[in-house]
């Protein structure tokens, strides 16, 4: 523990010598919608936090709905007296923050590792499936790829418009893959490149995808999921920091457009033994295609962690390569686990079916758990899409179906644990009923 504290206070003293100019961090953590909430300190503070003063923030700011408000979900948040629940820093994440007018830095916080772990906390759930499968001797090697959107910084009357194009001004409204694209729109792109590095994440390609103004950019394999998962959290936050500097908005909103494709997150998984073996290619593939079985047997239950709202639903199904049956097959990007072509080594899965604003934390959970369950059963999987077409099996598409489906699944309760399983699923619930407690234009429209 003693070098524990002092490992922290290192790297707080060697930023403060590094930035001066800093004077306060935000420390922040990712709750259950997947958006961060947290506390600025004085940099004078952090200094005393890494060297072991208590870190405490309300453990039901985990529990916080997507517009911020808080739900009634079993006794919390309004029969628990609201307590504080501790934290402690993540190391080697204190970055400068270089998107904001004034200096800042920024570090990661969570209950995970703590004496008394928020059992709800995504980082904290994921922690416990990485653990349970290392015990397992399964060493996950994961990376994770996001696609957005970039608008114009001003709404028209709330609804988003096309980015301008930085050399002509006119708005980016061709869908396309074009590799000009880049080139238009290079400025800001650097810059997000270069600030997520910045931030510890590796960044490798970029790609201009099909919709207008859609970008699709990708992180380097790790063999340390938990930090995989930061990678993603972190990126999502300095993209959107860096698009309002350059005058646009960069949003991981699931489907923008109707008529566009929408965006999601596609997280690739290998798994390996203490030896360093991709057990996914042992016995000629055959585990492999137990892990798909798996994945596939739970994707219905885990519909609310990889569709987390109701803009989320309307990506499936729609335009291109977005499922609405569970399926895989190889070098299939139509397929909800898509086997890339890739030799004995590197194979793995590439799990496509997430919306690039879910939590990569509970994602990687999810995924990782069906994986898990699949090399547990040893099921056959049902015939990939290279071989037919029409094989899938349904999965829910509205989501109070698919809080259903998930809540009382076994596997889940028991490996992502009932407490998290009851308080995610309320959650999902009370924000999709709290999303229909207001009347649209369009109703007016058709029934006034």
């Given at each position: 523990m003693k070098s524990h504290a002092s490992t922290l206070l290192a790297e707080v003293r060697t930023f403060r010598q590094n930035h001066p100019d800093v004077r306060y961090v935000d420390l922040i953590a990712l709750d259950i919608p997947g958006h961060f909430y947290g506390k600025r300190y004085p940099i004078e503070m952090l200094e005393k936090v890494a060297a072991g003063s208590p870190l405490?923030?309300?453990?039901n700011a985990v529990l916080l709905g997507v517009q911020g408000g808080l739900f009634k979900i079993g006794d919390y948040c309004f029969n628990d007296g609201d307590p504080d629940a501790n934290r402690r820093l993540v190391?080697?994440?204190?970055?400068?923050?270089s998107w904001e007018s004034q200096p800042l830095g920024q570090m990661l916080i969570t209950s995970d590792g703590t004496e008394a772990p928020i059992e709800f906390e995504p980082r904290e759930v994921l922690a416990k499936v990485l653990e349970r499968l290392q015990h397992k001797g399964i060493h996950p090697v994961v990376a994770f790829e996001l696609e957005f959107y970039l608008f114009d910084k001003k709404l028209d009357n709330g609804l988003p418009q096309f980015a301008r194009d930085p050399l002509s001004d006119d708005a980016d409204d061709q869908p396309n893959l074009h590799i000009e694209r880049l080139s238009r729109f290079s400025e800001v792109l650097d810059d997000m490149a270069q600030t997520a590095k910045d931030q510890g994440v590796d960044i490798t390609v970029i790609t201009a995808e099909i919709g207008p103004g859609q970008f699709e950019i990708n992180f380097g394999h790790l063999d340390d999921g938990m930090r995989a998962a930061d990678w993603a959290a972190l990126f999502c936050r300095s993209t959107r920091g860096v698009a309002l500097k350059h005058g646009y908005r960069a949003s991981f909103m699931a489907k923008p457009y109707l008529q566009y494709p929408g965006s999601g997150m596609h997280v690739h998984v290998s798994l390996y033994d203490g030896a360093g073996n991709n057990l996914l290619a042992a016995h000629q593939q055959q585990l492999l295609r137990h892990a798909v079985a798996g994945c596939l047997e739970l994707l219905p239950h885990c519909m609310p962690i990889f569709s987390p709202n109701h803009n989320a639903f309307r990506r499936l199904g729609a335009t291109v390569?977005?499922?609405?049956?569970?399926?895989?097959?190889?070098?299939?990007?139509?397929?909800?686990?898509?086997i890339p072509e890739s030799d004995p080594r590197n194979l793995r899965i590439e799990h496509r079916l997430a919306s690039a604003d879910a939590n990569p934390y509970l994602v990687l959970?999810?995924?990782?758990?069906?994986?898990?369950h699949g090399l547990e059963t040893k099921h056959e999987p049902i015939a990939p899409l290279n071989e037919d077409r029409s094989s899938g099996t349904d999965f829910p598409l509205e989501m109070l179906d698919a809080v259903r489906a998930m809540q009382h699944q076994p596997v889940l309760r028991d490996k992502l644990g009932a407490e998290f399983v009851d308080v995610y699923c309320e959650n999902k619930r009370q924000d999709h009923l709290a999303f229909q407690q207001e009347i649209h234009a369009r109703e007016y429209r058709w029934f006034l």
């Open positions: 405490k923030l309300p453990q190391p080697g994440t204190l970055k400068p923050v390569n977005a499922a609405t049956r569970a399926s895989w097959g190889f070098e299939d990007r139509d397929a909800c686990v898509r959970a999810a995924i990782l758990v069906g994986l898990e």
